[in-house]
């Protein structure tokens, strides 16, 4: 049988394990991305791993969230990251030039590599042909030192397109058809390959978008075939040079299979406050908008501001509605000025922002409580705009526009009989301004060397973690339900964000989107006990951040015992020695309370002997049975309370200085 690109892409990189769904491969990595709300964390983390130079083909760190600087804070953090960029030898995306997904495609990358970024929207690379994976920043971080990356095999989900794309449809819509149909649970333990005759009417930028947005249905990555959409794309950024084709073979098998007919497909959106609550636009068409949000890395294309713009030209948003526009990088900036486009939004109304994440991460443009706010952005997790009580809605460029001009939610298909407008046909130029005046290059190491590591008042050390103890017996302080996202373990937002690299401030934010008093309890059990979460399925879905694990770490988190975990976040519970534990009946989640005791002992030789173990609920006098699914070398991890203290044991053997 023939291979997909998936596969050709993991047996390329191939270091370690077989390539058999379920089972533990290492795979070599040639590209990483980070961006400044992990990565601070992770030039920590090369600082304590004593890492002299980045041994990658391609490691950039970009500045796009933290923007707003509403005191010293994420200054400081950006000189932060300059000065490590310098150190390390990376690239140094300056703030202002853009989202680093659309911006690393533009500028870094290439089909057939493998990359790694500390953040869950990299799968966009997939857009290229690339294998490109969201993990926790100490995964970047050993990826960056020349350290393979290790991942248990998903399945290979090919889904086929056929047809293309009807007036008032984009590739939005396509991703959240995958939504509607497979929810956030959908395509965890998968790799998701789009293939078929449907691909020649999806550009570079629109397979961005649906890779993008594959972090949301869980899975480990989204792949596209690198053919001539891709072929165009490079031409355009001025990079023939870097294409390759790579495209899967005529009778390749896939593990999993799937159809969508893109002729069929019509405008949907995402209720709040779930990206997997899909609906039709027209079944929610009516309600009122307080607030329409274009950009972030889920719409990143010059033609998603286009299309706005061209749908708005000559005429005014509605007086309800705050129509804000947050350019994705400064080169579609440029080129929506050069259209002509950046003009047609202001004067229709739009406030324009400078290009970065922006609201995505709640970065500002926080809603008003229990408003609805349409964005073009990938997630829309309860309280990540900002706002405790959001309503935020997930949509197309189109749907937005239609939205902005009406004041409530409309099918854009209406727009043609309200306004007499037709699906407006776009000039894009075939060649992007490309300028890389704010992509400043590694230094030689010869003065890389010389360079110190800024770091203000606000940046401080990771704290030092002891090894899991071999007796748990520890209070549940919290119970929580299925698809609780990191958001709501580690809040996003313009308060919490700028402490990303202070633990312990940032660990006082822990959890307080659900339980405010969440962090004081668990001080107050840290030294005698440390505490256990019990959680239901798809726990920690959503962001790659480390923080989610870190700082409940911090407060004595042990344990988190649920019915089934977020990939990412399993990755760095283990990363960070916190036991991911598995009920094997589910039933026995609802026979635990919050303030019930837990006992589990003889943990050392429960977790290297089998995978299955015992928990003791003292008060109920009950036992239930929980598995775990760390390979060997997480055992090793947990057991010595995390990565960082195994690695700093075997630093010089890891990299040889
Ligand atoms: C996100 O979309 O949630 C983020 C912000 O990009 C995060 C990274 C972060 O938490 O800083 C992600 O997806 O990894």
Redesign the pocket.
Known sequence: MGRSVAQQLIEGHLVSGEVVAGQEVGIRVDQTLT????GTLVMLELEALGLDRAHTEVSVQYVD?NLLQADEKNAEDHLFLRSAARRFGLWFSKPGNGV?HPTHMQRFGKPGKTMV??????CAAGSLGMLAI?VGGLEVALAIAGQPLHIRMPQIWGIRLTGELPPWCSAKDVILEMLRRHGVKGGLDRIIEYRGPGLEHLSAMDRHVIANMG?ELGATTTVFPADDAVRTFLHAEGRDDDFTELIADEDAGYDVTDDIDLSRLEPLIAKPSSPGNVVAVREVAGCEVSQVVIG??ANPGLRDYAIAAAILKGRQTSDAVSFDINPSSREVFEDLTRMGATFDLIAAGARIHQAG?MG??GMGQAPAGGHNSLRT???N?PG?SGTKDDAVWLCSPETAAAAALTGVITDPRDLTEKLGLDYPRLALPEKASVNTAMLVAPLPQAEAVKEELVKGPNISSLPDFPELPDRIDAPVLLKVGDDVS??EI?P?GARA?PL?SNIPKLAEFTFTQVDEDYPRRARGCKEESGHLIVGGHNYGQ????E??AITPRYLGLHAVLAKSFAR?HWQNLANFGILALEFVDERDYDRIDPGDTLVTDGLRDALTGSQQLIVTNTGKHEQYPVRHQLSPRQVTMVLAGGQIPLLARSVKTLWGS
């Open positions: 961006q400044d709300a992990t969230h680093s970024g500390s953040d869950s929207h990299t969201g972090a972030s890395s994440c995505c991460i952005f990938p997630r997790f990540r990191t958001d580690s996003a964000l990303r959503g962001s790659s951040r923080h989610a990412i």
